[in-house]
């Protein structure tokens, strides 16, 4: 069975870092690209960030680009989101997902979401 | 960057009749679209990929069409279950991009 584990939501405070953790379990993760997608309060779905099966291709939304991160470790099977510079506007749950394909597809699988809470 | 408007924001129906959701791209993504259904305190669920194509497990009375800019997701006769947000989704991979629409919340009438 496919399993998405997100961790590492808390509260942090404007300007902070925090670094999520997505594990995957169920499939061989080096065959798929993995994605961040988030839900602020009472908003929609949005798309944070991307990379395909071998980290090589990477995207971001305009809205984090040059403040987060993407990384994964395929022997750990595994995806990272370093969120730097939090703004009060990133508190959302955060979730992982899982592409169709190697690179960037549609989601077929979702992680449950951790809680990010940017607040002084 | 690729701007998806979903329409209508709100669809009110009944159990049974037939729902026709609509999402525009504003510039096209040929059929790299996707339309997902999210309910509250759950995860979204896949429904539709590459614009017409069912995801695993999914109803035959849910369907996708669509091409270029114009996409329609259509439930042929509502159930209790199906009343949740609707959004589309398009991808790019390159530059890599994925963007949503905003979402349609389909409520019970």
């Known amino acids: 069975e496919v399993q998405l584990v997100e961790s590492g939501g808390t509260v942090v405070r404007p300007g902070g870092s925090l670094r999520l953790s997505c594990a995957a379990f169920?499939?061989?993760?080096?065959?798929?690209?993995m994605s961040w997608v988030r839900q602020a309060p009472g908003k929609g779905l949005e798309w944070v960030a991307g990379i395909n099966w071998n980290g090589v291709g990477i995207g971001y939304s305009d809205s984090v680009r040059g403040r987060f991160t993407i990384a994964r470790d395929n022997a750990k099977s595994s995806v990272y989101l370093q969120m730097d510079s939090l703004r009060a506007e990133d508190t959302a749950f955060y979730y992982c997902a899982r592409s169709m394909s190697g690179h960037f597809q549609s989601f077929d699988h979702w992680g449950q979401g951790t809680l990010v809470t940017v607040s002084s | 960057e690729i701007v998806l408007t979903q329409s209508p924001p709100t669809l009110s129906l009944s159990p049974g009749e037939r729902a026709t959701l609509s999402c525009r791209a504003s510039q096209s993504v040929g059929n790299h679209l996707a339309w997902y259904q999210h309910k509250p305190g759950q995860a979204p669920r896949l429904l539709i990929y590459d614009a017409s194509h069912r995801a695993t497990g999914i109803p035959a009375r849910f369907s996708g069409s669509g091409s270029g800019t114009d996409f329609t997701l259509s439930v042929s006769s509502l159930e209790p279950d199906d009343f949740a947000i609707y959004y589309c989704?398009?991808?790019?991979?390159?530059?890599?991009?994925?963007?949503f629409g905003q979402g349609t919340r389909l409520e019970i009438k």
């Open positions: 169920g499939f061989a993760f080096d065959d798929h690209g």
């Open positions: 989704q398009q991808r790019s991979n390159w530059p890599p991009s994925i963007t």
